[in-house]
């Protein structure tokens, strides 16, 4: 059974730092890649940052260079590290990974950046 727990989500003042973790239980991201996705009130879920199972790492315009995803491969834990926070960067973040065209993801985890 696949398994995606997030923490590190929480409340931060503009301009501050959090990050946030994935484990994977059930699948090993080192194969599979790991995707961090979020989704604000009112807007459609985006995808944040990427990292294959090579280490090759992607960004939406709008984080890069604040935000840093990273995985350990021998806890099969993905990282997003996330500096310079904005209020434009809060919402619900989740971790998502496939498999065989099947995608797991999640059940989120909320930051919110006060300004």
């Known amino acids: 059974q696949v398994q995606l727990v997030e923490s590190g989500g929480g409340l931060v003042q503009a301009g501050g730092s959090l990050r946030l973790s994935c484990a994977a239980s059930g699948i090993q991201f080192s194969l599979n890649g790991m995707n961090w996705y979020r989704q604000a009130p009112g807007n459609q879920r985006e995808l944040v940052a990427a990292?294959?199972?090579?280490?090759?790492?992607n960004y939406v315009d709008s984080v890069k260079g604040r935000f840093t995803i990273s995985g350990d491969f021998v806890k099969n834990t993905a990282y997003l590290q996330m500096h310079s926070l904005k209020p434009e960067d809060t919402g619900v973040y989740y971790c998502?990974?496939?498999?065989?065209?099947?995608?797991?993801w999640g059940q989120g985890t909320q930051v919110t950046v006060s300004s």
């Open positions: 998502q990974t496939s498999r065989n065209w099947r995608e797991y």
């Open positions: 990292i294959t199972g090579g280490g090759t790492t």
